[in-house]
């Protein structure tokens, strides 16, 4: 019998360090291995989330870093940088998720072992996670009422499909109950390349309609069209999480953290500022390299306040000349002139203000627009 892997990647973030927590908890039967892909330019805080992590797990995070940059006595980021001649990533040439994150990550997995790979994509967040094209990976959602990848939907409700799925739905469900699924299923779908956007509603509209006739029901009958495949899942027996039917939210996870003992990272803890005789407060949004590039400008003003140091050396590799700047028409040195850092908090605070929800001590309440922007392999 095919043994398969379950791995979990703990990003730094408050996610994915909550997922662990939860599935060490609820399904110690499981043997999770849990990683970890080192840029080296992250914040403490974060070493120290994944050292409080791996007490409380009682075992190792494994690090991982790109073969490439293995042999080197530099750290990850700078190897890389190196090696790109000087030019900065950014969110259109995002090398440092694919040389960082993603290569170590297949790398570690290989291609032979069938894997699950665990994400912490909250319930209350409308994003999909990484989905790798290698065969012996299969992405799972905990954290939401459908655990299921997007790529195992499409092939669910492809109309090639929809007697197999039917088949299982018949073996447990009869009269209105089947006739219910019989019309899910039987709506429309296209797969026309340029009707993506269709099929991603109708694939929706399909999962929701099922996922209301019961979510572990669709998740057995899921399951059970996976064993004509070649996903991992298809190799197991049974799986304890067909049967689970929480769905966690942001505040879920912070709970998580803090009655576990892992505790919240210290950057997410708000902190005051002031700007024209007003009080303001800002933080960081997430976890990740502190120069990268999706923060927003209140949060690189929160670093050259909060953590002098890591913003003079963020500075230190933009290149004004050749325009490899880590903001778009905009440098660093630019950036904390006296009245820049003047109207940022000023256009921080009148959006503050207006989207303010009353009781959250975090940060993330307010900047909960832009959460789910980003890279998904470094912010989860
Ligand atoms: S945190 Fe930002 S800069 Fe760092 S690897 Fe991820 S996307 Fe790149």
């Known amino acids: 019998m095919t043994t398969i892997k379950h ?19 609820k399904y110690p039967q499981i043997d999770f291995s849990y990683y970890y892909t080192d840029t080296g330019k992250e914040l403490d805080e974060t070493y120290q989330l994944l050292e409080n992590i791996e007490i ?9 870093v790109a073969h490439d940059a ?3 006595s530099e750290n990850p980021f700078d190897f890389f940088y190196k090696s790109f001649r000087g030019y900065v990533p950014s969110a259109t040439a995002r090398w440092c998720t694919n040389m960082m994150k993603l290569q170590p990550f297949e790398q570690y997995i290989g291609t032979e072992i069938p894997t699950l790979s665990y994400v912490g994509i909250r319930g209350d967040e409308d994003r999909e996670g990484y989905i790798s094209k290698k065969d012996n990976i299969q992405s799972i959602f905990p954290f939401r009422k459908n655990i299921w990848s997007q790529d195992v939907l499409h092939k669910l409700f492809h109309p090639n ?3 197999v799925v039917l088949d299982y739905y018949t073996s447990i469900f009869k009269g209105e109950k089947l006739d219910k699924v019989a019309s899910v299923l039987n709506s429309e779908i296209t797969f026309e390349r340029h009707q993506r956007l269709a099929t991603e509603r109708q694939i929706k509209t399909k999962l929701n309609g099922l996922l209301d006739l019961g979510t572990s029901d669709f998740n057995h009958a899921t399951f059970q069209f996976l064993k004509g495949t070649k996903y991992p899942l298809s190799f ?19 709970r998580i953290l803090r009655e576990s003992g892992v505790g919240v990272p210290a950057y997410y803890e708000k902190k005051e500022y002031q700007v024209d005789g007003k009080k303001g407060e800002y933080a960081r949004s997430r976890s990740g390299c502190f120069f990268c590039f999706f923060q927003q400008k209140i949060e690189w003003i929160w670093l050259y306040e909060q953590h002098p140091d890591k913003f003079k050396e963020a500075m230190k590799y933009e290149n ?14 630019d950036l904390i002139h006296p009245e820049r850092i003047r109207q940022i908090k000023l256009n ?3 959006r503050t203000n207006r989207q303010k929800s009353e009781d959250s001590p975090y940060l993330m309440d307010i900047l909960d627009d832009t959460e789910g922007d980003g890279c998904v392999a470094c912010f989860v």
């Open 7 to 25: 791995v979990l990647g703990i990003s730094g973030g408050k996610d994915s360090a909550a997922l662990a927590i939860y599935l060490h908890e």
């Open 56 to 64: 409380y797990l009682g075992k190792k995070i494994e690090k991982l």
């Open 70 to 72: 293995k042999a080197s």
């Open 161 to 163: 499909n929809k007697e």
């Open 236 to 254: 197991e027996e049974d799986y304890a999480l067909l049967d689970n039917e929480d769905v966690l939210v942001r505040d879920d996870v912070f």
């Open 320 to 333: 004004v000349d050749e325009a490899f700047t880590w903001n778009q028409n905009e440098s660093l040195e």
């Open 348 to 350: 921080h605070l009148e």
